[in-house]
């Protein structure tokens, strides 16, 4: 089997600690971001006892106060540069977003994520030179607030970092053209007693590649197995995290811990991208964290795991693919996607205390016609200020009929705008209705009241890169134009 079959890149992540119990990457990149005091009750709840945030999200790290919860908090790739060149620009973040959480609101802040993927192949040389200096000065940054007994700084990586070029993870070595810098990086994790962050897709794996084969992209076992000597790999997860191992034996760091940063599954936005999916792979992976199964290379070793993710963000750029919006166990309003067994027979569930806009909804006009004119631009409009990614190929409502294709849309943007007066008019085309559009697995939302966030949890705009899709809905609402 070719390397690229069994090496995946890209981002994700909610953290499953062999013995330590359960925890999740809690992403904010949302039009109306749950409150962070039901988040935090959903992990627990959960049983999920670490997070990793992105971002210092203020309301986030208030809310995880003496929760219990471990917590990982990253640094975004555009303060990299600021923070290679100035300590003491580190030393005011790990002050302002480190410190005065541990020591105000008794957060248990344990790492430190500098950066996101920042050797990613597609950044190029953007983060080259600044990444190390920055991972040097925050760790001196953490040391001098008097918490390097306790936080860590580390870099999240992307697969990328390593190839294979047998084909078989005995082949793992870092690529060609960072190998001095990853060296020069894990020294210092490894002098600093700070793990290696990796991020592994077994989805992007399947996704890129029409000739991968399904079953190795779980954890059931194969058909197609890759043997390597007396290692023999079923699944594409353990082929590609041993192929890590051994180009970090290779590079001597045998001992280095690991943590897998992000992992996971989606539920929409491409053809291998739907709940069956995300539910078999996903309880597979919590199965095989909670009985403990390492890989052939470290079998007694098994990695703590960030699973990818908690909650849909439907303000993620789309430009990896329309599925980044549908990483999450929950939908954006904390409603579980899918059962999960959590361990001991404990069932996953939905987030409590959740209140919801009345039951409305706005679709097309019974009178409408697929066919006015004003029907491209209107959707045009609705999916630029709300999130569409749904309607696409091979996504969960992407076989509706053209008026409901419309009325999803408009549907879209009324909740996105709050069920607001004048936000489901369209040229006269919509109208609301009490009766659930919903059909065929297409959920039709209702929005939760934003009344009932705090006025600090400001909602975001959706990501520039939504522009790319707005091309695609021009041409969906064309093709709508000839439907009946």
């Known amino acids: 089997m070719d390397s690229h079959r069994f090496l995946f890149w890209l981002v994700g992540a909610c953290l499953v600690a062999g013995g330590l119990g359960l925890g999740c990457n ?3 990149r949302a039009l109306h971001p749950l409150p962070p005091g039901i988040v935090v009750k959903l992990l627990k709840d959960n049983g999920f006892k670490k997070v990793k945030l992105f971002e210092a999200d203020h309301g986030a ?6 929760s219990g919860i471990q917590v990982m908090v990253g640094i975004p790739n555009d303060l990299l540069a ?3 060149q100035s300590v003491d620009a580190a030393i005011n973040w790990v002050n302002q977003n480190v410190s005065s959480y541990v020591t105000n609101y008794g957060v248990d802040i344990r790492y430190v994520a500098v950066g996101n993927e920042p050797f990613l192949k597609q950044y190029g040389d953007k983060f080259i030179n600044t990444t190390v200096p920055a991972l040097q000065n925050v760790q001196a940054a953490i040391i001098k607030a008097g918490l390097g007994h306790k936080v860590q700084a580390t870099v999240p990586l992307n697969a990328d970092v390593y ?5 078989l993870p005995s082949g793992g070595n870092f690529r060609p053209d960072i190998q001095d810098l990853m060296i020069s990086m894990i020294k210092f994790l490894n002098n600093n007693a700070a793990p290696l962050l990796i991020n592994i897709y077994p989805f992007l794996s399947l996704n890129m590649d029409p000739n991968f084969p399904i079953d190795f992209a779980f954890f059931e076992g194969t058909s197609h197995p890759v043997v390597d000597g007396s290692a023999t790999y079923t699944n594409v997860f353990d082929a590609n995290y041993d192929t ?7 590079n001597g760091f045998s001992n280095i811990s690991v943590i897998v940063g992000e992992v996971g599954w989606p539920t929409d936005g491409a053809p291998n991208a739907d709940i069956n999916s995300a539910r078999r792979f996903n309880q597979g992976l919590i199965n095989r964290v909670l009985q403990g199964t390492g890989t052939p290379k470290r079998p007694n070793n098994p990695p703590d795991v960030y699973v990818f993710s908690l909650i849909d963000e439907d303000a993620k750029s789309v430009d990896p693919g329309n599925f980044e919006r549908h990483w999450g166990m929950f939908y954006f309003d904390g409603l579980a996607k899918y059962h999960l067994n959590m361990g001991r027979n404990k069932m996953i569930v939905s987030a409590k205390g959740v209140k919801y806009m009345p039951k409305r909804w ?13 029907v491209p631009n209107s959707v045009s409009y609705a999916c630029q200020h709300a999130d569409c990614t749904s309607l696409g190929y091979g996504s969960s409502c992407s076989n509706l009929d053209a008026k409901s294709n419309v009325s999803y849309a408009f549907n879209m943007y009324y909740q996105a705008m709050n069920q607001r007066g004048g936000a489901c ?7 609301t209705t009490t009766t659930d559009p919903s059909r065929d697995g297409c959920r039709f939302e209702i929005m939760f009241d934003t ?9 975001l705009v959706l990501a520039p890169s939504l522009n790319k899709l707005v091309g695609s809905v021009f041409v969906m609402a064309a093709l709508i134009s000839f439907g009946p």
């Open 26 to 28: 809690w992403g904010t």
């Open 61 to 66: 790290l208030k809310a995880l106060g003496n």
């Open 82 to 84: 600021p923070f290679a």
């Open 163 to 167: 190839q294979s070029d047998t084909g």
């Open 244 to 250: 890590l191992i051994s180009t970090l034996e290779k």
């Open 362 to 374: 706005c679709v097309m006009a019974p009178q409408a016609s697929a066919s006015d004119p004003n």
């Open 425 to 431: 008019s369209f040229s006269n085309l919509a109208i």
């Open 451 to 459: 009344s009932k966030i705090p006025k600090n949890a400001s909602p």
